[in-house]
């Protein structure tokens, strides 16, 4: 096997999970070979919460200053009754934040971390990005694994030692992993929740409305049985962005489609007036259907595949960590893969097994926060109780193994 296979990456996807990866192997002196579907890169979604978990491997790989121009440091997350507007709890964030986990919170548009990594890979030379690739294909052998691309009805071959399917909850390359293994049951599914999205302007009648019932510079969330809405500002405070999450039905086979408001306007039953105003006013709103991703099936092969992010472990929102899951996955496999030089396919399965535990107790949070935010009678009750009780340093400590979290770093070679 020459030099260059023996050593290349190849990574499927250039959304959050793709560019990382590509950053954290190129730092640690890997050539890579990216290839995006899209004919540009684009954004999906609207705002992203960045907790310091993923910060702090943003600073490590030289995006976060290119980040921080575009983003807003929140100085709390506030929890709200949505029948009421009464404030339940405040995580205190912004500089207590950086204090007590050496890392920012911040809140940006997706699109502007994704500029961010963007911008960075630009500036690796051994990173070499190809758009409007879609890989078809793979084949391993005892030489390496060798990825068949589709780039504008031409074919060609792109040859390393490890592909990474970083191509989201619809991932090409897991299909072709499964299908290889003659699996034809697919691994993502519906999870029975919408998300509704839109961004105002902050001088607009509803960025008006939001300061009103929230706060300007904070994440605010809205909890009611039916549904819940998550609220905080982008573009340096010149806009907010608002999620709603409702229960729903499958609307399309793809990240967005069409969905009558009315799904939306009936969960807002009971919720207070200026809440319900501000909903009115934000529309029209972009229904995204939640999936997820079974992540108890393999994310490794021991011929050189591995899936991050989506691909592997798609989760509901409920705990603003599917980014910061993604950014951890690439940073930790770049790590294995350098730490064992000697036999870094064998790293792979290693590495499955060290982020198996992590990435499950971080969708059993996201779990547990849905079940709160949506409670009603006793347990709703119960929740705001236990809320008032506990004082916003308690509750900033339940979020040390979450945002505290630090990978074993290996040496990177820069």
């Known amino acids: 096997m020459n030099d260059t296979r023996s050593r290349q ?144 009805g031409k074919t060609i071959k792109a040859e390393g030692f490890l592909l990474v399917g970083a191509d989201g909850v619809w991932s090409s390359v897991r299909a072709l992993v499964d299908s290889a293994k003659g699996s034809a049951s697919p691994r993502n599914h519906f999870s029975g929740e919408l998300a509704w999205r839109a961004t105002v302007a902050a001088e607009s009648a509803a960025g008006q409305s939001f300061a009103a019932i929230g706060a300007r510079d904070c994440v605010t969330t809205f909890l009611h049985p039916g549904f819940h809405m998550v609220a905080y500002p982008v573009s340096k405070g010149a806009a907010f962005n608002l999620a709603a999450f409702t229960r729903g039905e499958r609307i399309a086979e793809g990240w967005s489609g069409n969905a009558g408001a009315g799904i939306l306007t009936r969960a807002l039953r009971g919720t207070a007036a200026e809440l319900a105003r501000l909903v009115e006013q934000a529309g029209p709103w972009t229904a995204w259907p939640i999936h997820t991703v079974d992540p108890q099936q393999p994310w490794t092969t021991s011929n050189g595949v591995a899936l991050i992010g989506d691909a592997a472990h798609a989760m ?99």
């Open 316 to 414: 509901t929102p409920f705990a603003a960590q599917g980014a910061a899951m993604a950014i951890e996955d690439a940073a930790t496999l770049a790590d294995a893969v350098y730490a064992s030089p000697a036999d870094p396919l064998a790293a792979l399965a290693v590495w499955e097994q060290s982020r198996r535990p992590r990435v499950a107790q971080v969708t059993r949070r996201g779990a547990v926060n849905r079940l709160a935010w949506h409670a009603s009678g006793p347990v709703a009750i119960a929740r705001n109780v236990f809320l008032k009780v506990r004082p916003p340093e308690k509750l900033a400590a339940d979020l040390d193994w979450l945002y505290g979290w630090r990978a074993t770093e290996a040496a990177v070679r820069r």
């Open 9 to 152: 990456i190849v990574i499927a996807g250039a959304g959050v999970a793709g560019l990382t990866a590509a950053l954290a192997f190129a730092e640690r002196g890997y050539p890579v070979r990216m290839f995006e579907q899209a004919q540009r890169l684009e954004a999906a979604g609207a705002g992203i919460q960045l907790s310091p978990n993923a910060t702090r491997i943003l600073r490590q790989l030289g995006v976060l200053d290119r980040l921080l121009p575009a983003a807003v440091r929140p100085e709390a997350v506030v929890l709200k009754e949505a029948a009421t507007l009464r404030e339940l709890a405040r995580v205190p964030l912004g500089q207590a934040a950086e204090t007590r986990w050496q890392a920012p919170y911040l809140v940006a548009h997706r699109a502007d971390l994704q500029s961010a990594l963007t911008a960075r890979v630009a500036e690796m030379p051994d990173i070499h990005l190809t758009t409007s690739g879609r890989v078809s294909g793979v084949a391993t052998d005892s030489h390496g694994i060798t990825a068949t691309v589709e780039i504008d």
